[in-house]
């Protein structure tokens, strides 16, 4: 009886060291993605610290979390020996918006990332599960560079706003269940901005590409978050023929060949609506961002459609008469289609028929579309 158990417990140390190795990533730090020479434009402020030093925060906060450092082996390792699957902190874009609310001002801060995972020697990525970290800050008047450089770096490197960027990453790396190929891969695959939408825009001076790639960044953000799933890239942005580029904090780069997607989402943004109406005590606002979603198969020998339907969501304000307050349209409209957003990823994820008669043009009618894009989901994870 003895021996059986000695054998048993071997044979279960045995199981769980394969297991164990199994689980285990390449460290591979702190990278930018798209093209480096857009650095610039992509993260102006992140850009400005020295990539050294976001490496050693990245790998100290690591540290912290032992169950998550166990699951990296910081040794590069030779290609070609051993397991090749790395993982990253892949930074895609950064913004820093002035927003007057209620007569005050404050800063939106907001950075996009990636948890990447790749094949260092295929050169493929694996997987990418994308996820956004930021606040909201009250400041004196309109941020300039200096102030938004600061707030940027202290998402990195504090804990001030109750948010920091690695611990992001890290909390999304250790709910992810790394593959070395996924059977199925999903894509935002086109983001549209019809004329009713696009007139918002101009009136807001806002450039349509880059909104587009913003947009992108979100919807990859929540459907990736929501749904615990990985995604490709959206195309919108850097990726260029099939491929991403990516740096790394050793100053080496890699162009990463990115998996065909079996299925896509289209999102078309249809318009920006308000109306004021004035009351006896109040000023009432409501504002409206509305959308259209369809999800469907990508192979060109066979199609199904899972989803389409037209989406909206509102945002009510109330400002007290006599308040010389004035409400920043664009702001309400980009709170409506973020809310829009995540509430429609949310429901990939589990179907909430309130959010349907709320959001939904066709109310319930549209549940069992829902469903079938909820089940699918559930087959990409």
Request: no cysteine; aromatic share 12%; charged share 20%.
């Amino acid at each position: 009886m003895k021996k059986f158990f000695f054998w048993l417990s071997l044979a279960t140390i045995i199981i769980s060291a394969k297991v164990y190795a199994a689980d285990q990533y390449l460290y591979s730090g702190f990278a930018y993605s798209g093209n480096y020479s857009n650095r610039e434009v992509l993260y102006p402020y992140t850009s400005k610290i020295d990539m050294a030093r976001l490496d050693q925060e990245f790998l100290a906060r690591l540290r912290r979390n032992p169950e998550a450092l166990n699951r990296l082996k910081l040794d590069q390792g030779k290609i070609g020996q051993g397991s090749q699957i790395s993982v990253a902190f892949a930074l895609n874009t950064e913004t820093v918006e002035t927003q007057v609310i209620n007569g005050e001002s404050f800063a939106v801060i907001r950075l996009n990332a990636t948890v990447l995972a790749f094949d260092r020697e295929s050169k493929t990525l694996v997987a990418a599960y994308p996820f956004g970290v930021g606040t909201t800050v009250k400041v004196n008047g309109k941020v300039d560079n200096a102030l938004a450089a600061e707030m940027i770096k202290k998402l990195y490197f504090s804990d001030e706003y109750g948010v920091n960027a690695f611990d992001k990453w890290i909390a999304r790396f250790s709910g992810a269940a790394i593959k070395e190929k996924f059977p199925k891969y999903f894509q935002v695959k086109s983001i549209e901005i019809e004329p009713e939408a696009k007139a918002i825009l101009a009136s807001a001076s806002i450039q349509e590409s880059a909104y587009k790639n913003q947009i992108g960044n979100l919807l990859d953000a929540a459907i990736s978050s929501e749904n615990n799933v990985p995604v490709v890239p959206s195309t919108l942005g850097e990726a260029v023929g099939g491929k991403m580029m990516y740096r790394f904090s050793n100053a080496s780069a890699l162009d990463l060949k990115l998996p065909e997607a079996d299925y896509g989402l289209s999102f078309t943004i249809r318009a920006f609506r308000s109306k004021i109406t004035q009351e006896a005590t109040a000023a009432a606002g409501i504002y409206r961002a509305l959308a259209t979603v369809k999800v469907e198969t990508t192979a060109k020998d066979f199609s199904k459609t899972y989803l389409d339907e037209k989406i909206f969501d509102t945002i009510f304000i109330r400002v007290p008469s006599g308040n010389a307050v004035q409400i920043n349209n664009w702001s309400q409209y980009q709170k409506a289609l973020s809310q829009l957003i995540t509430g429609m990823a949310k429901e990939f994820n589990k179907v909430d028929s309130q959010w349907l008669e709320n959001s939904a043009a066709n109310g319930a009618n549209a549940k069992d579309a829902f469903v079938a894009t909820h089940e699918l989901f559930n087959s990409l994870r």
